[in-house]
């Protein structure tokens, strides 16, 4: 199905004090925008998704494969399936996620690891 889509019409998700989320879903890819707050901490999680992190505004810290990268913006992160990551908000950071296939957990809203308190734990 053929989507036009302006971000100030998407509904944006609070899922705790410290992160907002957006999303736009196709048959088979899923974009998504998140918006987190300086200290915002992504608990170290994996999932059968490939994804591409964008980073627009702002810098993330991810803890991947033994080592610990900061992507600023302008920069991408390509994480393959499978691989567990942590991730924290270095400062107020807007990036975009893209995933393969769509994230069935984000759309059924079983993604527990983001809605508990150690995410806004800072």
Known sequence: MLK?????NVEKEKLNPLLDRQMITGENLMLARV???K????????????????????????????KEIVVHA??????????PHK???MEDTVDLDVFYPP??????????????AETAKR
């Open 4 to 8: 036009h889509m302006r971000w100030d």
């Open 35 to 37: 918006l987190l707050k």
């Open 39 to 66: 200290g915002c901490v992504v608990p170290e999680h994996s999932h059968v998704n490939e994804q591409l992190t964008y980073i627009l505004e702002g810098a993330l810290k991810f803890w991947i494969d033994g």
């Open 74 to 83: 302008g920069e991408v992160l390509c994480i393959p399936s499978n691989m």
């Open 87 to 89: 991730a924290e908000a």
């Open 103 to 116: 994230r069935q957990d984000w759309l059924s809203g079983t993604d527990a690891y983001l809605r508990g």
